[in-house]
């Protein structure tokens, strides 16, 4: 649609001027923080199976990534002393306001998954794939303590893939059958609220 992709270079330009102050701060409080600069760049995949390097700020320790892809709750010990603050309050994902400027992202939609894993999409979850991921969406509400799950599992991989995995795609779908600016509204708003308690607490 014309008027969410204007809508997302709006906001997501007006955030980045904005935000730029308190940008710089959290680049500089990583890079320093620990050995391996401040962003972290990780290929996904995108819209119409097109893949795009999705841009956030770093908050695991060099060599993570070869460890496994998936993070297993909070205290995950890759995890630095930072990069659990920026997690917890979802701050690390604010650097795909770039991939949103270039295309690659939407605001609000599916969560953009990595290619090992949607290689494991049916044909009906690969109609995600139809719309642009985005910074925050249905999924990513009900599923903001992923991390606590998983790491309460004896095969986190394993739930992942047959648990978690399909029920997001779940609400992906509906997202793609019903999405409407007004929805996107809504699903920024409570977005915010959710990063404005975890900050409170």
């Known amino acids: 649609m014309a008027l969410k992709r204007a809508f997302d270079v709006l906001f997501a330009s007006t955030a980045l001027v904005l935000l730029m ?11 320093t923080g620990s050995p391996g ?11 119409h199976g097109r893949e795009f390097r999705l841009l956030k700020f770093r908050s695991m320790r060099p060599g993570s990534e070869a460890l496994g892809q998936l993070t297993i709750g909070g205290r995950d010990p890759r995890i630095t002393g930072v990069g659990h603050f920026l997690r917890r ?3 690390d994902e604010l650097p795909q306001l770039w991939n949103v400027l270039k295309g690659d992202m939407s605001v609000v939609g599916p969560r953009p998954e990595v ?3 949607v290689a494991l999409y049916t044909p009906e979850q690969q109609v995600v794939l139809s ?15 992923e991390n606590e799950l998983l790491a309460r599992s004896d095969d986190p991989e394993r739930t992942y893939v047959e648990e978690v995995m399909p029920a997001k795609l779940a609400l992906d779908l509906r997202y793609v059958r019903e ?3 007004a929805l996107d509204l809504r699903i920024i708003a409570a977005t915010l609220r959710l990063i404005f308690r975890d900050r409170a607490g």
């Open 37 to 47: 600069g401040a962003f972290f760049r990780q290929v996904r995949v995108g819209r």
């Open 131 to 145: 719309v642009r991921p985005g910074i925050t969406g249905m999924a990513s509400l009900d599923y903001v303590d």
């Open 115 to 117: 290619p090992r894993y």
């Open 89 to 91: 309050t979802k701050l």
């Open 21 to 31: 102050p308190l940008l710089l701060v959290f680049a500089l409080a990583v890079a």
């Open 179 to 181: 999405r409407s600016f």
